[in-house]
């Protein structure tokens, strides 16, 4: 029989975490696993996961008093096979993964939780009895893991040791290879991913208006709030610098884009847990100017794949874009280097091979 695998997809909204959610379902389906994505009906989710072939079942997911969503993950849990995996993202899905495998009576299905946030787990009742009952904790980084255990002394917290896994994100490439830079036009950076408050935007705008006399193009591509977008449009006409960005909308695979750039820029004012961008730039043998505000330290070295800037600095994130902008010997080193401790360390095969373990102790 085969292994099965349900995946808990949270959002309506497509980002990072879904991302990382439809590479392993693309990964075992492939392996020929009984894949199934369970969604909340939403289009700009469902959507990828049906372009692979991957089975889709909605569910509202709504949280702690959502009986509906228990009583439609007790029918399904008890017409899968032992061992099934359930993989999931928040605790609120994983109490009601707990109460439908309870409901079900089926302990021999295997819950798998990730954290994808720098935050303080929460110190009640509840809370705790969850963290304990997840069969196997996954943190995408030691700063996330770190920031969510100091809520308790090092003693006393909730998870047993043996439950808990650092595992750095992925991405589930079809290859990867040193992309050479464009040879034409000007220098040309790219910021790209969701385009929401805390991602720095502002930051970047405002750093670009100190480079006129530098030859660097700016290329903003994602999607977000339109309100949003506006008021970035608004401040870089302010700035005097709405002649230098190009607004993109992806429409298609990302990875083409960045062979389009020179180098890549992150900027984030959140702590954030992860970044799946950085690794597409390393994945293409790009360098790139980051904030690291979070756990960007653990996969990116200053000054050997990326240059380090302070959160909400403008004049030192400038400072770093100018010397990638006018060194190209410095961006296919330091491109060259990352690329290379992407396919050490942070390829798809070494997460798998991971991640096996855990899905299959």
């Known amino acids: 029989m085969n ?155 909730p998870i047993p040791q043996d439950r808990i896994h650092i595992l750095h994100d992925s991405l589930n490439l079809a290859y990867t290879e040193t992309v050479e830079e464009p040879t034409r036009g000007p220098v040309t950076a790219l910021c790209h991913g969701t385009i929401v408050a805390g991602k720095g935007f502002e930051n970047v705008i405002d750093a670009l208006s100190t480079l006129r006399d530098v030859k660097i193009r700016l290329r903003i591509a994602g999607n977000g709030d339109p309100d949003y977008i506006d008021s970035l449009r608004q401040r870089a006409l302010a700035r005097g610098v709405m002649d230098l960005i190009d607004w993109v909308i992806p429409s298609g695979d990302i990875m083409l884009m960045i062979g389009e750039s020179h180098f890549g820029v992150q900027a984030s004012s959140r702590r954030e847990a992860f970044g799946l961008e950085s690794l597409r730039y390393m994945a293409c043998g790009r360098p790139q100017v980051c904030v690291p505000n979070g756990a960007q330290s653990e996969y990116l070295r200053n000054g050997h794949s990326a240059i380090f800037a302070p959160p909400a600095d403008s004049a030192k994130l400038a400072e770093a874009m100018r010397r990638l902008a006018t060194d190209p010997e410095l961006r296919i080193r330091m491109g060259a280097n990352a690329l290379d401790d992407y396919r050490h360390a942070y390829a798809w095969p070494h997460f798998i091979k991971a991640l096996d373990k855990i899905y299959t102790p």
């Not at 492939?30 to 289009?43: H, I």
């Not at 009576?105 to 946030?117: K, M």
């Not at 929460?122 to 969850?130: E, F, K, V």
Request: net charge positive; with cysteine.
């Open 3 to 157: 292994r099965q695998l349900i995946h808990i997809v949270p959002s309506v909204h497509w980002g990072g975490v879904e991302q990382y959610c439809l590479d392993i379902c693309r990964h075992y389906h492939g392996e020929g696993w009984d894949v199934l994505a369970v969604t909340r009906d939403a289009k700009a989710v469902d959507s990828h996961f049906m372009a692979c072939g991957i089975p889709l079942i909605h569910a509202l997911f709504g949280g702690y008093t959502d009986m509906g969503s228990i009583w439609m993950m007790t029918r399904l849990l008890r017409g899968v096979a032992k061992g099934c995996v359930v993989h999931v993202h928040r605790y609120s899905d994983a109490f009601t993964v707990l109460m439908a495998r309870r409901l079900a009576n089926r302990p021999d299905i295997r819950l798998v939780a990730t954290r994808h946030i720098v935050a303080k787990g929460h110190d009640n009742p509840l809370a705790r009895r969850i963290y304990s009952r997840i069969d196997a904790n996954i943190f995408v980084s030691r700063t996330a893991m770190e920031a969510f255990m100091s809520r308790w002394p090092a003693d006393r917290h």
